[in-house]
């Protein structure tokens, strides 16, 4: 009776496994914002405070693409039977669903709000494994680790170690001695995953002093995005580590939101739908820097 219950068990987490695999997602075009309780007077209720302090820094109009879509129509169509919302953007006016019921999507067609349904994600005939990292032969590695500078008697205030060459190449240490450490902005790194990233000791300074600012996750809400791909942590380390004499970034004192858009098990339109809710995001928290090692040419 045991070995029945085993294999049953067995079979209903296969099954579990195939539907999630075999999702269908779709992006939901929409017509409009009417019926929207937001409004361009009252921006913050849609955007922090500092983001619309960068607005005004920058003279950016908050105007009707910032509106959040309309609540009404989220709630129409996330009503429907086999219809899960995921999430929505506002400067496209759309929203993406995840839905196996092709009744349920033939009703969502018809409304009079919908624009278009597109898919974005079905059943995968094979996984690609993108090898973001990039392998890096030690041999091949010239450590730089002394603190003056090649072009003047000037002492560097950092000890770069391997992260001189890219930081001379962009002049970084002359900003570093004048004191552009990177104080007071804030970044998005919007990638795959940041392995890691919460016990790798490079990484030490930013976590003592609160430079994380938090993490959002538009793959999956619900993992964790420091077990995630490390493709993200390596790009975070060009510019936040800091172990003097082996690696410091250029930007070291700067402030971080990290963010997942890229699913690094697939390639699919879905992940480019990601990226835009995730710059969305990004810019409601007010960022002042979007950096995305990331890019799109040939899909699953």
């Given at each position: 009776?045991?070995?029945?219950?085993?294999?049953?068990?067995?079979?209903?987490?296969a099954?579990?496994?195939?539907?999630?695999?075999?999702?269908?997602?779709?992006?939901?075009?929409?017509?409009?914002?009417?019926?929207?309780?937001?409004?361009?007077?009252?921006?913050?209720?849609?955007?922090?405070?500092?983001?619309?302090?960068?607005?005004?820094?920058?003279?950016i109009?908050?105007d009707?693409?910032?509106?959040?879509?309309?609540?009404?129509?989220?709630q129409?169509?996330?009503?429907?039977?086999?219809?899960?919302?995921l999430?929505?953007?506002?400067?496209?006016?759309?929203?993406?669903?995840?839905?196996?019921d092709?009744?349920?999507?033939?009703?969502i067609?018809?409304?009079?709000f919908?624009?278009?349904?597109?898919?974005?994600?079905?059943?995968?005939?094979?996984?690609?494994?993108?090898?973001?990292?990039?392998?890096?032969?030690?041999?091949?590695?010239?450590?730089?680790?002394s603190?003056?500078?090649?072009?003047?008697?000037?002492?560097n205030?950092?000890?770069?170690?391997?992260g001189?060459?890219?930081?001379?190449?962009?002049?970084?240490?002359?900003?570093?001695?004048?004191?552009?450490?990177?104080?007071?902005?804030?970044?998005?790194?919007?990638?795959?995953?940041?392995?890691?990233?919460?016990?790798?000791?490079?990484?030490?300074?930013?976590?003592?002093?609160?430079?994380?600012?938090?993490t959002?996750d538009?793959?999956?809400?619900?993992?964790?995005?420091?077990?995630?791909?490390s493709?993200?942590?390596?790009?975070?380390?060009?510019i936040?580590?800091?172990?003097?004499?082996?690696?410091?970034?250029?930007?070291?004192?700067?402030?971080f939101?990290?963010?997942?858009s890229?699913?690094?098990?697939?390639?699919?339109?879905?992940?480019e739908?990601?990226?835009?809710?995730?710059?969305?995001?990004a810019?409601?928290?007010?960022?002042d820097?979007?950096?995305?090692?990331?890019?799109y040419t040939?899909?699953?």
């Amino acid at each position: 009776m045991k070995k029945y219950f085993v294999f049953f068990l067995l079979v209903f987490f296969a099954f579990n496994i195939y539907a999630q695999e075999n999702s269908e997602f779709y992006w939901i075009e929409l017509l409009d914002k009417n019926n929207n309780p937001y409004s361009v007077s009252n921006p913050e209720e849609f955007l922090s405070q500092r983001a619309i302090e960068r607005r005004q820094r920058q003279n950016i109009q908050i105007d009707e693409t910032d509106l959040p879509v309309s609540p009404q129509y989220v709630q129409q169509i996330d009503a429907l039977n086999n219809v899960t919302v995921l999430y929505t953007s506002k400067w496209l006016n759309g929203l993406v669903i995840k839905c196996i019921d092709i009744e349920s999507l033939n009703t969502i067609a018809d409304l009079p709000f919908v624009s278009s349904v597109i898919k974005v994600k079905g059943q995968q005939l094979g996984i690609i494994n993108k090898k973001l990292d990039i392998e890096i032969d030690n041999e091949e590695l010239l450590p730089v680790t002394s603190k003056q500078s090649h072009s003047s008697s000037v002492e560097n205030i950092y000890d770069y170690g391997y992260g001189y060459n890219q930081a001379q190449m962009l002049n970084v240490p002359y900003l570093h001695n004048k004191g552009f450490q990177g104080s007071g902005v804030n970044i998005a790194i919007i990638d795959a995953g940041f392995q890691n990233l919460d016990i790798i000791p490079g990484f030490d300074s930013i976590r003592a002093n609160g430079q994380i600012l938090g993490t959002r996750d538009f793959v999956n809400p619900n993992s964790n995005i420091y077990n995630e791909h490390s493709h993200g942590m390596s790009v975070l380390s060009v510019i936040a580590a800091n172990i003097p004499g082996q690696l410091t970034g250029v930007a070291p004192k700067a402030s971080f939101w990290l963010i997942r858009s890229e699913d690094g098990n697939s390639e699919s339109l879905l992940e480019e739908c990601n990226w835009v809710v995730a710059a969305e995001f990004a810019d409601s928290v007010g960022v002042d820097i979007i950096n995305s090692s990331l890019g799109y040419t040939t899909f699953d």
